[in-house]
């Protein structure tokens, strides 16, 4: 219980912070984004108005026969595309990204890029994380000559002969 209980406060703490990035932006209209397991809705709300410029989503019917299935990655930037031109056709350029609780991952990255490719503005794309180096090997120490074997003193020559 302790895991979802934590899964579900850091989802409600995601949503807060997007929330509050959106409303500093509150000149744009903003895509909002919903996903669930087999389809992914995008729709562009115009807050100050109060109405929905555009919207997109896997169930209708221009994008049906191009989506075999719904909720992958390929759907989600042909939804993203759909969304983009329908929202250019109304006069839209510029809007917020509104993910909602969802990370910028997977299939809503895949909307996000594929609007941003057709021509909607959704602001400066997240930078991607530099991959990590791999640490250097450390180099062993040179190996000293292995010493010679000793040479027996004289006295023992003598006896051995």
Same mark, same amino acid.
């Given at each position: 219980?302790?895991?979802?209980?934590?899964?579900?406060?850091?989802?409600?703490?995601r949503?807060w912070?997007?929330?509050?990035k959106?409303?500093?932006? /509150?000149?744009?209209?903003r895509l909002a984004?919903?996903r669930?397991?087999?389809?992914?809705?995008?729709?562009?709300?115009d807050?100050?108005a109060g109405?929905?410029?555009? /919207?997109a989503?896997? *169930?209708?019917?221009e *994008?049906?026969?191009?989506?075999t299935? &719904? &909720?992958?990655k390929?759907a989600?930037?042909?939804?993203?595309?759909?969304?983009?031109?329908?929202a *250019?056709?109304?006069?839209?350029?510029?809007v917020?990204?509104?993910?909602?609780?969802?990370?910028y991952h997977?299939?809503?990255?895949?909307?996000?890029d594929?609007?941003?490719?057709?021509g *909607?503005?959704? &602001?400066?794309k997240?930078p991607?994380?530099e991959?990590?180096?791999a640490?250097e090997?450390?180099?062993?120490?040179?190996k000293?000559?292995a010493?010679?074997?000793?040479?027996?003193p004289a006295?023992a020559?003598?006896g051995?002969e």
């Amino acid at each position: 219980m302790k895991h979802a209980k934590r899964l579900s406060r850091q989802r409600q703490r995601r949503c807060w912070r997007v929330s509050n990035k959106i409303k500093a932006h /509150s000149t744009r209209p903003r895509l909002a984004v919903f996903r669930s397991h087999k389809h992914i809705y995008a729709q562009i709300i115009d807050d100050m108005a109060g109405r929905t410029v555009a /919207s997109a989503s896997t *169930l209708d019917k221009e *994008l049906r026969p191009a989506v075999t299935y &719904g &909720g992958n990655k390929a759907a989600a930037a042909a939804v993203g595309k759909a969304i983009a031109q329908r929202a *250019l056709a109304a006069g839209v350029t510029k809007v917020a990204f509104d993910r909602r609780q969802y990370k910028y991952h997977g299939r809503v990255a895949a909307l996000a890029d594929a609007a941003r490719d057709a021509g *909607l503005d959704l &602001g400066a794309k997240p930078p991607a994380p530099e991959p990590k180096a791999a640490p250097e090997p450390k180099k062993k120490p040179a190996k000293k000559p292995a010493k010679k074997p000793a040479k027996e003193p004289a006295a023992a020559e003598a006896g051995k002969e």
